[in-house]
């Protein structure tokens, strides 16, 4: 069965600085999905970025990218110039390539943008 | 592009009562759906996954139950709501068709569901 795993429950950084929040999965398949997605206070789940394990290039959206590494099973999420509204839950999560499964979530990052 | 109507937004409801929360899906077919449940500044809780019209994997024995009686509808159910049945229920849903390069889940809302 396939595994998300978050170490960092909780994390704060000042505004404008860099944060690495980690998430390491495991699974036995070699095609399949990963997510970043954004819980903001209003609960809203928010897709922050998407990679797709059969390319090697990292993604990037603007301020966000992914260090992505398949053969570690690792899939880092890095924000850049953290803004104020970056503030909230972060979830990694995996899914598989083909139609019949589920979502997989790890357990959330808390990230605080200190003023 | 997709959408997820879930109702109602917050719910109180008594001990021994029955539950029903719903959600439909907007502009796409034969998605899967999902059921998951958040307990306060806590991580999602799978509940229930659904490929098709009738078909529910359960993935948390417990008093809920879930049934998907048309393809763009999931209901999330229970008999007697127990204390322990409080918290923030999202529906959620992906794609039909896998493989492709936009594929992702989406979400609704959410019910803040309170069992007193």
């Known amino acids: 069965a396939q595994t998300v795993t978050q170490s960092q429950p909780e994390m704060s950084v000042q505004e404008a600085e860099t944060v690495t929040l980690s998430c390491t999965y495991d699974?036995?398949?070699?095609?399949?999905?990963l997510f970043w997605y954004k819980q903001p206070p209003s609960r809203q789940m928010i897709l922050v970025i998407r990679?797709?394990?059969?390319?090697?290039q990292n993604a990037t959206e603007n301020r966000f990218s992914v260090n992505f590494q398949k053969a570690a099973k690792s899939f880092s999420l890095k924000i850049s110039d953290s803004q104020l509204g970056d503030t909230a839950m972060y979830f990694c999560?995996?899914?598989?390539?083909?139609?019949?499964?589920?979502?997989?979530f790890g357990k959330g990052t808390r990230l605080h943008i200190l003023p | 592009s997709q959408t997820i109507h879930q109702w109602p937004a917050t719910l109180v409801q008594p001990v021994g009562s029955p539950l029903s929360l719903e959600c439909t899906v907007e502009?796409?077919?034969?998605?899967?759906l999902y059921w998951y449940r958040q307990a306060a500044g806590r991580g999602l809780q799978l509940l229930f996954y659904?490929?098709?019209?009738?078909?529910i994997s359960s993935e948390v024995p417990q008093n809920l139950s879930a049934s998907r009686p048309q393809d763009r509808q999931f209901i999330l159910s229970s008999k007697k709501l127990l204390l322990s049945d409080s918290g923030f229920y999202l529906c959620?849903?992906?794609?039909?068709?896998?493989?492709?390069?936009?594929?992702?889940?989406?979400f609704g809302q959410g019910t803040r569901l309170t069992v007193v």
């Open positions: 999560a995996f899914m598989k390539l083909y139609r019949d499964d589920k979502i997989i």
């Open positions: 699974t036995s398949e070699n095609n399949y999905y």
């Open positions: 990679q797709e394990a059969y390319k090697q």
């Open positions: 502009g796409t077919s034969n998605p899967n």
């Open positions: 659904s490929v098709g019209i009738g078909q």
């Open positions: 959620a849903g992906t794609r039909g068709i896998r493989g492709s390069a936009n594929t992702e889940a989406f």
